[in-house]
């Protein structure tokens, strides 16, 4: 009999957690899952037991589709607390929501995905609302995560629009020469801007946050329905998002100053 290596079932249930994580509480249905994750059936089955059994997965009554579990949830209240990106953050997020009006969104680059880690109403009577915290998107999809893939070096950016091109073109009928040629439009102008790509007469326009080497960890997004967004408001809407990225990235880097800083505990014998 022949074994599944630790190491690729454990790379299946990476992908398949990661799967689950952009759906939200909907969940998903076990063929959608290996559509989505480009795994065989019976594979998805036994890994998809095998998370549940640890209780990182669980069933969904009655369709008996798949979400994430409650062990998940206890794993990412721990991680938080450590990596504390959207408490950081936060103050920068609100006050760009209320000076826009609109909806801001905050992003974490997850290799070629962009996760939502924060959102923030302002005070427009219209509220955006085109994902929720916690969800993934493809790099490239949404103008967070235009905007961190257009800003990422060239080896980095090309790796991820090989990963992310066929599935854009499969989901959002985005092919791979339209995709480049966001990016190269995105980094001609400064910033991400994308008109109704996810939802009708909804317009956005994206800036990514950059780390101590000027490559994009994670970025910021104003959404507003198209009436809210004329061509003569938005590069006030990039310079707003440009100034909260630059507070969020002094934040992080004094948070790493410190503990680079901080001086070693002694441990006696």
Do not use: W
């Not at 790379?11 to 989505?36: C, P, W, Y």
């Not at 408490?87 to 006050?95: C, I, L, P, Q």
């Not at 938005?234 to 901080?262: C, D, G, M, W, Y």
């Amino acid at each position: 009999m022949v074994t599944e290596e630790p190491a690729g079932s454990l790379n299946r249930a990476v992908v398949i957690l990661k799967a689950l994580a952009s759906t939200g509480e909907s969940g998903m249905a076990l063929t959608h899952i290996s559509q989505r994750c480009g795994l065989p059936h019976s594979s998805v089955h036994r890994v998809l037991q095998q998370l549940r059994a640890a209780q990182l997965v669980c069933q969904t009554a009655p369709d008996g589709r798949y979400a994430l579990g409650p062990l998940a949830f206890e794993l990412g209240v721990a991680a938080a607390q450590q990596f504390d990106i959207r408490g950081r953050s936060r103050e920068a997020v609100t006050s760009l929501a209320n000076e826009m009006g609109d909806t801001a969104y905050l992003f974490l680059r997850s290799g070629s995905e962009a996760v939502c880690l924060d959102r923030v109403f302002g005070p427009a009577p219209v509220r955006v609302v085109t994902l929720r915290i916690g969800s993934r998107r493809p790099l490239g999809l949404g103008a967070g995560g235009l905007a961190i893939l257009a800003f990422l070096d060239e080896t980095q950016r090309e790796a991820a629009i090989n990963d992310v091109a066929p599935v854009l073109a499969a989901e959002r009928g985005i092919d791979e020469a339209e995709l480049r040629q966001m990016v190269a439009d995105s980094r001609e102008r400064g910033y991400a801007y994308i008109e109704g790509q996810l939802t009708p007469d909804v317009y956005a326009v994206g800036k990514p946050i950059l780390n101590s080497f000027k490559q994009p960890i994670g970025g910021l997004s104003i959404a507003a329905p198209a009436a809210r967004m004329p061509p003569a408001r938005i590069p006030k809407v990039a310079q707003a998002l440009e100034n909260a990225a630059s507070r969020i990235e002094l934040s992080l880097f004094s948070a790493e100053a410190a503990l680079a800083t901080r001086p070693s505990a002694v441990i006696a014998d």
